[in-house]
Nanobody
Framework: EVQLQASGGGLVQAGGSLRLSCAAS????????IGWFRQAPGKEREGVAC????????HYADSVKGRFTISKDNTKNTMYLQMNSLKPEDTAVYYC????????????????WGQGTQVTVSS
């Protein structure tokens, strides 16, 4: 059974940093595209960062480029999102996701989702 468990959210002041983690079980990151998404109240879920399943290329939303970094540790089957220079507009529930064929930030490419972790950035 494929499972994703996200953690690491919390409350941080603007300008601060957080690192989100997502532990996977039931599959290997080697074979899957992975991504981080977020959803703020009243807004649609949006892609933040991803690693393509085909060539391992990384893609970021324009709003987080230069501030967020996606990575994964295949030996631990865990993916990460390092978030620096956080802004109040980064406040959202963050989700990790994976799919064997995912290559972009489009949420509908992903079949497997973690439960979400809340990130709140105060001004």
């Amino acid at each position: 059974e494929v499972q994703l468990q996200a953690s690491g959210g919390g409350l941080v002041q603007a300008g601060g940093s957080l690192r989100l983690s997502c532990a996977a079980s039931g599959f290997s990151f080697d074979d899957y595209g992975i991504g981080w998404f977020r959803q703020a109240p009243g807004k649609e879920r949006e892609g933040v960062a991803c690693v393509s399943s085909t060539d391992g290329s990384r893609h970021y939303a324009d709003s987080v480029k230069g501030r967020f970094t996606i990575s994964k540790d295949n030996t631990k089957n865990t993916m990460y999102l390092q978030m620096n220079s956080l802004k109040p507009e980064d406040t959202a529930v963050y989700y990790c996701a994976a799919d064997r064929a995912a290559t972009t930030l489009w949420p509908y490419e992903y079949d497997y989702w973690g439960q979400g972790t809340q990130v709140t950035v105060s001004s």
